[in-house]
């Protein structure tokens, strides 16, 4: 197939003057070279096209593509990741991951919480914080953790994220208001395993690739997997390949494959849990975006993890995406 690449190379956005935290969530030069150099490898022609705006001109000017490998973080609003998949829908041009409404929803952790709890998958109680005045007034009792509603990568997350008290709520939500300009999402904080579950397919073809177990090492942010041990998890966090005999891990992957159906994801993601105080694991958030960099992204690692290449993930997701589309995924 002829394939366009979207994508937000973090190098272009630092030498625009954006910061090294609002650029968090784009990829590296190296991640871009694995995934064209993956799809090429599996015979397709791949067209690099890069962030929204490249894309939009491309389109203008003509260019058209059999299917487009869409990894756009996007810059701007809380719809931010629903921004290419909107725009090549209007185009008629299929992509690789979820719709714009499947990102958008996704990425307002808020939102996302209230659909599956309605389903009756536990998860933390919550509350939205818009206004400091807000956060006066919530009602859900300490030990809490407050983050931006919209943001990912660990974005906004630190220590202070959890707080003891009412006092230390206002505090610290009133500093992510005013660094953010969005809502900030309070929930219950849990303090037991944390895990991430890796997911290939779509709908009833679905499947948990594996779950990763996060361990914070002594010298890292504790209590936390922050914005800190995310950016240097190499040195900060051990991955752990959980394994489904384990009955709370079993709970953890049927929750996860529940929750990815129920939101509609597509082709591949993540799904974030972690256990309250009975051990219980609750849902946390659903990255349908997930990073594609093969030993610094969770998905990968987990794929790695249970003996599976980089190479075949790749060919997955292009595999599950042409399944919506009819054609033949790989050339040769």
Not at 117 to 131: A, C, H, I, Q, Y
Not at 225 to 231: D, P, T, V
Request: hydrophobic content about 40%; glycine content about 8%.
């Amino acid at each position: 197939m002829n394939i366009g690449f979207t994508y937000d190379l973090r190098s272009e956005y630092l030498e625009m003057g954006y910061s090294l935290e609002e650029t968090a969530e784009f990829d590296r030069e190296e991640t871009i070279g694995f995934i064209a150099g993956a799809l090429e490898g599996l015979g397709h022609h791949v067209v690099r096209i890069g962030h929204v705006k490249s894309l939009t001109q491309r389109l203008v000017a003509g260019e058209r593509w059999d299917l487009v490998f869409n990894i756009c973080e996007g810059l701007y609003g809380v719809a931010r990741e629903a921004q290419v998949p909107a725009i090549l829908d209007a185009y008629g041009i299929a992509y690789t991951f979820s719709d714009p409404l499947v990102t958008a929803l996704c990425l307002h952790k808020g939102m996302t919480k209230s659909i599956v709890r309605e389903t009756g998958v536990l998860t933390p109680r919550f509350t939205l914080v818009r206004t400091r005045t807000d956060a006066m007034v919530v009602e859900l009792e300490p030990p809490l953790f407050a983050k931006p509603v919209a943001e990912g990568t660990g974005k906004g997350v630190s220590p202070l994220s959890k707080v003891n008290s009412l006092e230390e709520l206002e505090k610290i939500c009133d500093e992510l208001l005013q660094r953010f300009k969005q809502p900030v999402l309070v929930e219950e904080y849990l303090p037991g395993r944390e895990f991430t579950v890796g997911i290939v397919g779509t709908g009833s073809d679905a499947r948990v690739i594996g779950t990763l177990e996060i361990v914070l090492h002594p010298e890292a942010e504790a209590e936390v997997y922050s914005y800190a041990n995310k950016e240097h998890s190499e040195e900060l966090v051990r991955y752990d390949l959980a394994h489904p005999s384990d009955p709370v891990i079993a709970k953890t992957e049927e929750m996860a494959l529940q929750v990815w159906r129920i939101l509609g994801c597509r082709d591949a993601g993540r799904v974030d849990a972690r256990c309250d105080a009975k051990g219980r694991p609750q849902f946390i958030e659903v990255n349908p975006l997930a990073g594609l960099h093969p030993s610094h992204s969770d998905l990968p690692m987990a794929c790695t993890a249970v003996g599976m290449p980089y190479h075949e993930l790749i060919r997955r997701i292009v595999e599950s995406a042409s399944r919506r589309i009819g054609r033949t995924s790989v050339i040769a």
